[in-house]
């Protein structure tokens, strides 16, 4: 059984609220809401968002 409070039909229409929400916040150049959610989410998600490319680098970097 899913913990999960949302079903997920409520879920998806969350998200695609939340998704919205990033849109409107990116088009007026407010990102702090969209960084304050991004702390939340573990590191390995962050990086298996970027690209192959960028997430080298970020690698690279840390390993100096």
Known sequence: PSHDRWGSEMKVKLIDEVL???EQDVFSGDLTA????L?????QYLVGYLSEETAVKLKN???S
């Open 39 to 43: 702390r939340y989410v573990p590191e």
């Open 34 to 37: 969209i960084e304050e959610l």
């Open 20 to 22: 919205e929400q990033i």
């Open 61 to 63: 970097l840390e390993k």
